[in-house]
């Protein structure tokens, strides 16, 4: 498992008390039940924990816990790059 859907499935099974046998990069976050305060919540965590702003276009009902991670990952490396240039 990737640091970042490490770090997706902490918060959701952590402060959303979501079944972690259900937390696969595959699952959608329709999938997961959570309604519009809980999906604004976790991207707000997401953020927090990751230093990355989530649009919501990174958020969808639709987007794949690993999708997020990609998203996450990709994030990251352009962070890093652009802090040895």
């Known amino acids: 498992m990737s640091d970042a859907l490490g770090i997706i499935t902490e918060i959701l099974s952590e402060q959303f008390h979501v079944d972690r046998g259900v937390l696969r990069p595959q699952t959608t976050i329709d999938e997961l039940e959570l309604d519009s305060l809980a999906l604004l919540e976790f991207s707000l965590v997401l953020g927090e924990k990751t230093g990355l702003r ?32």
């Open 54 to 85: 989530m649009g919501d276009e990174h958020v969808t009902r639709e987007v794949t816990l690993g999708q997020i991670a990609e998203w996450i990952e990709a994030g990251r490396d352009l962070a890093e790059t652009g802090s040895r240039s």
